[in-house]
Nanobody, 126 residues
Framework: QLVESGGGLVQAGGSLRLSCAAS????????MGWFRQAPGKGREFVGR????????LYSDSVKGRFTISRDVAKSTHYLQMNNLRPEDTARYFC?????????????????????WGQGTQVTVSS
């Protein structure tokens, strides 16, 4: 089970940190991803972190502004979002997939993820 928290309303330029707590099973050898979905749009890859080694990948739209980290002891990973923009407004989801390879294409494909959280809303006002 994956449970997100930390969403909310923030002004442009502000910051938020989302959390994704994992429970019910081990996610060793998994990749933990973040996606977002704005109203009327498809699910967009934000980034991912490998559970074992902490390697990260990011989409170009968030690179340099967002950072993914993990706390293995707490079975939780985080999405730190800085310099937020109105176009970052969306529902953010965490997800998990078994590690396959380090390719961006595989990580960014939502269909590869087995487990999903319920999402948390992030709204950025201008």
């Amino acid at each position: 089970q994956l449970v997100e928290s930390g969403g909310g309303l923030v002004q442009a330029g502000g910051s938020l940190r989302l959390s994704c707590a994992a429970s019910g099973r081990t996610f060793e050898n998994y990749v933990m991803g973040w996606f977002r979905q704005a109203p009327g749009k498809g699910r967009e890859f934000v980034g991912r972190i490998t559970w074992n080694t902490g390697r990260t990948l990011y989409s170009d739209s968030v690179k340099g502004r967002f950072t993914i980290s993990r706390d293995v002891a707490k079975s939780t990973h985080y999405l730190q979002m800085n310099n937020l923009r109105p176009e970052d407004t969306a529902r953010y989801f965490c997800a998990a997939q078994r590690y396959y390879d380090d390719s961006y294409r595989y990580a960014a494909t939502a269909a590869h993820y087995e487990f999903w959280g319920q999402g948390t809303q992030v709204t950025v006002s201008s």
